[in-house]
């Protein structure tokens, strides 16, 4: 088997060989590919986001910097947070206008 087949199957985590085992070398490799893979700016939309250090993001167009997770510029608990708060400022917002008229 030649190099290249290696590092074609394991990605990013082919640097490891043989150690650590095939579920540790594939978690390694996913969340590699999700971190360098395209991320969307919550500021400007363009696809330029890029890890700056361990949950430092920051816009290669627009230069917005920002705090996400270590690997993810959002976390799955922080999606989370926002959408709660997103339905509880919609139903506020329809209270209020029922108690207007």
Do not use: N
């Not at 199957?9 to 590919?33: H, K, M, N, P």
């Not at 700056?52 to 917005?64: A, D, F, L, T, V």
Request: with cysteine.
């Amino acid at each position: 088997m030649s190099e290249s087949d290696r590092s074609r199957r394991t990605g990013s985590a082919g640097r490891f060989g043989a150690r650590y085992g095939r579920l540790a070398r594939r978690r390694v490799a996913e969340i590699e590919a999700d971190m360098h893979a395209d991320h969307v700016c919550p500021e400007c939309g363009s696809e330029a986001v890029d890890r700056k250090g361990s949950g430092i993001w920051e816009c290669g167009s627009c230069g917005y910097k920002y705090a996400g997770g270590a690997y993810r510029p959002e976390t799955p608990g922080g999606q989370a947070v926002t959408r709660s708060i997103r339905t509880a400022l919609s139903e506020g917002d329809g209270e209020e206008a029922e108690s207007e008229e």
